[in-house]
């Protein structure tokens, strides 16, 4: 079955920097890659979502790429802020999907 | 409904007992999904169902869990004989589709063996 394996694990950056979350993929089938922001004791929610067929997707300040050769996607945040303090994770999808471990994100004002 | 829709959302029982939960999806899903998440940990996949389609059991734990889905709509998760290793928040979730198609969670039933 598919396995996804997500870095780092934990992530500390200062108001405005940018943060980078990484995933990889072991099941080349896979053509859906979403990522879920979780904050404490709520429900994992869709931030942005991309498709195999394409290379990069940008809406404001997050970005996510895929490069299918490699089998590894990314999510880019930009300009970040206290509330993108959260837990993110990256999945691939075939039928349903495998999440990676997750990434706590911690911007320090 | 304008979410998906879990219930209890606190469920505390003894070891040994069995405990059913619900879930209720997004009107015109086609697709639901229950994960298990443990404190601090990712998303780990259960099953999944599919319209009239057999569902796909592969996650489940043990034959001490199960689910079923009624009429394509509303799913329980049934755990027998509770042990403490199964206390976690159990996350339903319901999609327009298979595969292309992202998430919507419940909010979860935190589940306490004790």
New interface residues.
Partial sequence: ?ENVEQHPSTLSVQEGDSAVIKCTYSDSAS??F?WYKQELG?????II?I?SNVGEKKDQRIAVTLNKTAKHFSLHITETQPEDSAVY?CAA??????????TRLTVKP | GAGVSQSPSNKVTEKGKDVELRCDPISGHTAL?W?RQSLG???E?LI?F?GNSAP?K?GLPSDRFSAERTGGSVSTLTIQRTQQEDSAVY?CASSLG???????????TRLTVV
């Fill in positions: 079955g053509n859906y979403p709520k429900r994992p929610q869709l979502d498709r994770f999808s075939i039928n349903d999907m495998r999440f990676g471990a997750g | 999904y994960y940990q990712g998303l996949f999944y599919q796909d592969s996350l298979l595969g292309l198609y992202g998430y919507t969670f419940g909010s979860g």
